[in-house]
């Protein structure tokens, strides 16, 4: 088994175009369907690669589990943004946050693949 790799994202739809993306090319997958439960289990499992997150869901939002999981010391664990979102004010913001790349949907599956495999290492 490949990399653990985390997708945060409300829409299921999404989540599986990302798990069907990236099991196909070895990796793990593993869902949460907002920034709360996504935060959980990046402190839960200790085997997580890096998190690919959207910024507009329900109870926290992508951009709060980023400075959440900074807050709380984790910084071993790169997160990207998937995002219909292009602001320049939001991308600064999750930067800031510590979150290591943005890509926009709908995406590009080759993009998404050559992004996880620089920031897992493989």
Known sequence: MGKKVLIV???????QQ????LSRNGYEVVEAEDG????EKIKS???????ISDVNMPNMNGLEMVEAVKAAGIENIPIIMLTTEGSAELIAR???????????KPFEPDQ??????????G
């Open 94 to 104: 999750a930067k800031a946050a510590g979150a290591k790349g943005w890509l926009v």
């Open 36 to 39: 709360q439960l996504g935060l």
């Open 112 to 121: 998404l693949i050559a992004a996880v495999g620089k920031l897992t290492g």
């Open 18 to 21: 990302v798990n069907f993306t």
């Open 9 to 15: 994202d409300d829409s299921r739809t999404i989540r």
């Open 45 to 51: 499992e200790s085997d997580i690669a890096m998190v």
